[in-house]
């Protein structure tokens, strides 16, 4: 079975610049997760779909975080403009099930982003 | 709100000596608990679970836990660490359906 799929794995941009990362959720998983981990923390979420809606997103700093599922598969997260403090791994992982507390979440190798 | 404290930010072990990985959570409402594993430039992968069930948790590569309730702890064990161990290793708490509240991480060195 393939696991999540994310990419780029690296991504180096300037300060007000716009990024955007990609994730593959495990085929037939309802629900995915877009996480930020910060360098020596343990990652937060930021936003939660299940199939093409949002669960949870108040994490997200939406004024200039934006995140979409389309067709209830594939997913893009976007940052425009960055910040300096937005360097860290982004993370995406899926369940099978509608993200119940005891689901298992199984997680991509993360997109490292550093912002200069 | 949740919370989980990860005592230790790095411990380090001989090889074949016994692994012992601190947590503790905070939580209003039961909780469901999880240990996961970080290995350098991978993605994190899930150790094991306590959904309510038994206390003492087993998972995967020797590793188990045991939930305790009096001591709001979830400690992780291992009897014999070995090399391929080392990693950094996150404690994990939700309820309901509130989301994944994960500890800072602890990194697990293994010295031969």
């Known amino acids: 079975e393939a696991g999540v799929a994310q990419s780029p794995r690296y991504k180096i941009i300037e300060k007000r610049q716009s990024v955007a990362f990609w994730c593959n959720p495990i085929?037939?998983?309802?629900?995915l997760y877009w996480y930020q981990q910060i360098l020596g923390q343990g990652p937060k979420l930021l936003i939660q779909?299940?199939?093409?809606?949002?669960?949870?997103d108040s994490q997200l700093p939406k004024d200039r975080f934006s995140a979409e599922r389309l067709k209830g598969v594939d997913s893009t997260l976007k940052i425009q403009p960055a910040k300096l403090e937005d360097s860290a791994v982004y993370l995406c992982?899926?369940?099978?099930?509608?993200?119940?507390?005891?689901?298992?979440?199984?997680f991509g190798p993360g997109t490292r982003l550093t912002v200069l | 709100a949740q919370s989980v404290t990860q005592l230790g930010s790095h411990v380090s072990v001989s090889e074949g000596a016994l692994v012992l990985l601190r947590c503790n959570y905070s939580?209003?409402?039961?909780?469901?608990l999880f240990w996961y594993v970080q290995y350098p430039n991978q993605g994190l992968q899930l150790l094991l679970k306590?959904?309510?069930?038994?206390?003492l948790v087993k998972g995967i590569n020797g590793f188990e836990a045991e939930f305790k309730k009096s001591e709001t702890s979830f400690h992780l064990t291992k009897p014999s660490a070995h090399m391929s161990d080392a990693a950094e290793y996150f404690c994990?708490?939700?309820?309901?359906?509130?989301?994944?509240?994960f500890g800072k991480g602890t990194r697990l060195s293994v010295i031969a």
């Open positions: 992982a899926s369940s099978l099930l509608a993200g119940g507390s005891t689901d298992t979440q199984y």
């Open positions: 085929s037939g998983h309802a629900t």
């Open positions: 779909f299940q199939n093409n809606g949002v669960v949870d």
């Open positions: 939580s209003s409402v039961p909780p469901y």
């Open positions: 306590y959904t309510s069930a038994a206390t």
């Open positions: 994990a708490s939700n309820s309901g359906n509130t989301p994944l509240v």
